[in-house]
């Protein structure tokens, strides 16, 4: 096991960034529900537990569903899996900190997180087995797939067990991850969802780890998607704007021509978080080192784009779906058909 990195302190942090000010009213928005009653995490009737690859992948894919349902008291778990030591940095005075120099990255990320987390509203986040347990594989076929503590690697019952102690120990109701594609073919992404996968099963039989913690049985097991509209409105946003990145060439008309998105049919859930857009973006701005502020993501947030990225949509793996509103008769809460309770 590799020493606990130690992040910079959130507070820390936030006194010398630039985006302090948007990042303290975002976090001032939501007031923690211990903070105005006496009251356990398990006394909070709804729990939803979150289980991402990396940092930053918690607010660009689930941050706004993250920030509704914090801000309606739910207790949000966070569980991420590595610290991103191997992301691409977009931050010129950060470049030292690459994998392949001084290999810092992933403690710094640690401090991005944490104000992620604040700006979303979250206060009950982990690293898979503990910070640094994991690394980032990096891409598919390259060589940090094989560096020690590679996440590709992990041994699957020793993650999952690490993973159904934090499901027996705060009982969600709800868990959500990647289907098996990873969303889009990132190995962690991928091992995510093995890991996530193997412990919803395995948290309710009391013969499996039984070192960790009373059985538990989430009722509901969600992968998160892009739905191909969604791209399909992001593509067509950035068509008539006029602006071109990498991400969204000039060439790419339709939705369909990209290797990822989730058809519309295949959605069974849509959570409309648009008044959460303001934490969403400001937990993103917290991702600096991985999130370019001029890039595309940001000009998507703006305007047009604000659809496509303060709704969210889900697809539900396991348990029964709950009932649906609107001409796709989707789910418009993770918790929709879920009796809510305290404790157990
Ligand atoms: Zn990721």
Redesign the pocket.
Known sequence: MEPEPSGPEPGERLAEDPDSAVLAAAAAAVEPLEAVVDMEPLDRPRRLLLV???P??ESIGTGATMAKYAAENALVTLVTCTL?EEGEILVEELADLAADRTDGLGRHRTGELAAACEALGVTDHRFLGGAGRYRDSGMMDTPSNSRPGAFWNADLDEAAGHLVAVMREVRPQVVVTYDDFGGYG?P??IQAHRVTVAAFEAAREADRYPDAGEPWSPAKLYYSAIAKSSLQAGIDYFREAGIESDFFSAELTSADDLPFGVPDEQITTQIDAREQLPAKVAAMRAHRSQIAVDGPFFALADGAGRTAFGIEHFVLARGERGPGSGENDWEDDLFAGVEPSRRG
């Open positions: 991402h690859a990396h930053d992948d991103g990132h962690d992404h």
